[in-house]
């Protein structure tokens, strides 16, 4: 029933974007974009069936031998996360019987697991409410949306309750973010043209390499990194205008949105604040990567999750200052694989924010993953509304989600230079990203874990959240901030 409610109202805003994570191996009906002018025969053509992570003594080379003897192909390594690769098979097998294939090298094998479906945890409420232009509170940024942001400067509108915010206002006071912090956003990718978006973007800096990867080959990744689409582009012959330029043929990288779901997220992150246009950012001034791997209606898959993840892994260790990544999706299925990616970019230093879900269910009773990884780099993230009360749609657990943040009814950035109205915990967490950013902007030098700390530790308390997320408040940048 309220499935139907939710695809009618999508149908009337006219988005694609499905609400539930629906899933199914990829196997069955492979939804991925290929390219027209592919060369590669059918069956090799498919999305990789399994995630299969080989015991540590276990060389690339072995690994092939044991893939050619399935009849599969080894399509990509994680470089990140040691003897985990990514396999197609070519005989349209059974995937149980594909898992119980490598399963049963249990002396090489930890696991193998299917490449599972992932979807957005969606705006459940996508509103097409115009968002009004207001005059603005004394002290406030000069942006005309601003009076309509109430999760950073709440003073009652619109029936809301005054101060039910992260008091933007007086973190601000201290600083408003800084162009050396990176944020990804791990998604849709993100409209890096939109003009409130455009200062903010992070560019790949000439001192940092052209991302590089064995199986993937060279990519320029200006803009980030786009895993729906990088390896169909690097298959084969690649006759396009970046094609030639750079030695070994680099493939483009192009983390567009071609949803508008990624670059709503980013908005709330880092919409340039003060710019006399649209909203405000909870950075004025911060550099956003948008990690593309949900193509255009919202679905992808756990293998461009992790592909996009190592990315980033990998730029940080080529020199860009990223630490945090936001994770607006989730699924039921727990995917092994996904948690060690995040547990090597914990490694690497950068703190994982994922939205808890939007099925207004316990967590710690029904996970909800990647929000539920029990690691040191991840925040589960529910959702509130603009009078401090738990968003009806947003999931919580007493031990498993960890901060509220606001998102019902926010204001952010959308494709075509619009802006526009949504709700989800999708929006939820990066309020987190965002407050992360600013932490991180006021203190270049802090530890992963003690960013971690610092926002566990920097919120309002709220009675009604009590047994429902772990901190039981919502958070507070200002306090964040050590105001
Ligand atoms: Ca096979
Ligand atoms: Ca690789
Ligand atoms: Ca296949
Ligand atoms: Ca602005």
Same mark, same amino acid.
């Given at each position: 029933m309220v499935a139907v409610i939710l695809v009618a109202l999508a149908a009337v805003v006219g988005q694609i974007g499905r609400w539930r994570s629906m899933l199914k191996v990829q196997d069955i009906t492979p939804k991925k974009v290929t =390219? *027209?002018?592919?060369? =590669? *025969?059918a069956e090799t053509d498919g999305t990789p069936e399994l995630l299969v992570r080989f015991k540590k003594n276990v060389p690339l080379s072995q690994i092939e031998r044991i893939a050619g003897a399935n009849n599969d192909r080894i399509e990509d390594e994680i470089e990140s996360v040691s003897g985990l690769v990514a396999i197609d098979d070519l005989d349209d097998a059974d995937i149980s019987q594909l898992l119980r294939q490598y399963e049963s090298m249990s002396d090489l094998v930890d696991y193998a697991e299917p490449n599972f479906e992932i979807a957005l945890d969606d705006s459940v409420d996508r509103n097409s409410r115009p968002v009004a232009e207001s005059s603005n509170p004394v002290g406030a940024p000069n942006d005309p949306l601003f009076g309509d942001q109430w999760a950073l400067n709440n003073t009652g509108q619109n029936g809301g309750k005054a101060n039910a915010h992260i008091d933007a206002l007086k973190a601000w006071a201290k600083t408003r973010g800084s162009a050396e912090v990176v944020v990804a956003v791990l998604d849709t990718g993100v409209d890096y043209t939109h003009k409130d978006l455009v200062e903010n973007m992070w560019i790949r800096p000439a001192s940092v390499p052209l991302y590089y990867d064995n199986e993937l080959g060279t990519a320029e990744d200006l803009h980030g990194f786009d895993a729906v689409n990088v390896a169909n582009q690097s298959a084969g012959s690649n006759t396009d205008e970046y094609g030639g330029g750079y030695s070994g043929g680099a493939s483009l990288s192009d983390p567009m949105d071609d949803n508008g779901h990624g670059t709503h997220c980013a908005g709330i992150i880092g919409a340039e604040g003060n710019n006399g246009e649209g909203i405000s950012g909870i950075n004025w001034n911060v550099k956003i990567m948008p990690l593309k791997f949900l193509g255009r209606g919202g679905f992808g898959n756990v293998k461009d999750a992790i592909e996009a993840i190592n990315y980033a892994i990998d730029r940080k260790k080529n020199g860009v200052n990223l630490r945090v990544i936001s994770a607006s999706w989730g699924s039921t299925q727990r995917s092994k694989a996904l948690e060690d990616a995040i547990k090597a970019a914990g490694d690497a230093g950068i703190l994982f924010v994922a939205a808890a879900g939007n099925s207004s269910t316990d967590n710690d009773r029904r996970a909800h993953y990647p929000s539920n990884y029990d690691l040191p780099n991840v925040l589960s993230v529910a959702a509130l509304d603009r009078n401090d009360l738990l968003a009806n749609f947003s999931n919580y657990g007493a031990k498993t989600v960890h901060v509220a943040a606001p998102g019902r009814e926010i204001t952010s950035t959308w494709l075509g230079d619009q802006y526009r109205e949504a709700s989800g915990t999708s929006m939820a967490a990066p309020q987190v990203s965002g407050i992360a950013a600013l932490i991180i902007a006021n203190d270049a030098k802090i530890s992963m874990a003690k960013l971690r700390e610092r926002i566990l530790k920097s919120s309002d308390p709220i009675d009604t959240l009590l047994g429902k997320v772990v901190v039981g408040g919502r958070l507070n940048a200002a306090k964040a901030l050590g105001e």
């Open positions: =390219k *027209p002018a592919s060369i =590669k *025969p």
